[in-house]
């Protein structure tokens, strides 16, 4: 598998400014409160790693696997917890984050689980958003980046399980 850097979408410089941004904005919306960053794997592992150290308050970090496309590039329509919250999030300001916002389905079905377990308080945060593409009743609340339909790799996001170490944002054709 090779990257090609022609088809760059969104740059590592880019990136960088806009987290710090949203982690600042983050950081004075939620100003005197603590947040529970729930992180969901793969896909976001590392916008949410570059994303709290940009959020100035009391963080504690949780993961949580649901089930993806696979080396599909199509959605399923249906969500399978793989791994659970592993903390209880009763009376916690939960921020849940992701790589992409697609069809929503994904975010919706986390959103639900969240707010069942008795959060105080349940926001969103997405590094991309496909808005073209959505399915379910749901728009994020922190968005760094709003895409056409088209396929994208790196930073986290990948093809076949490749491209997550990739700096920069491209598209994958
Ligand atoms: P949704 O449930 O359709 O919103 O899908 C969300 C998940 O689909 C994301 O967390 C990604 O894992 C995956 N996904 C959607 N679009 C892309 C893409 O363009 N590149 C890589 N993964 C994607
Ligand atoms: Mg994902």
Known sequence: MEES????????????EKVKEIGHIISEDYK?????VLSLLR??????????????????IGFMTTSSYGNEEVS??????????????????????????DTGITMEFVYKHVK????????TCTLLDKPERRKAGIAPDYCCFEIPDVFVVGYGLNYGDYFRNVPYIFNWN
């Open 5 to 16: 850097k022609e088809n760059i979408l969104i740059t590592k410089e880019q990136i960088t």
């Open 32 to 36: 005197g409160e603590e947040i529970y």
């Open 43 to 60: 896909g976001s592992f590392i916008f949410a790693a570059d994303l709290v150290r940009e959020i100035k308050l009391p963080v504690k």
């Open 76 to 101: 399923k329509g249906k969500v399978k917890i793989i791994n659970d919250i592993p903390d209880n999030i009763s009376g916690l300001n939960v921020l849940i984050v992701d790589d992409i916002i």
């Open 116 to 123: 069942k377990l008795g959060a105080a308080s349940v926001k």
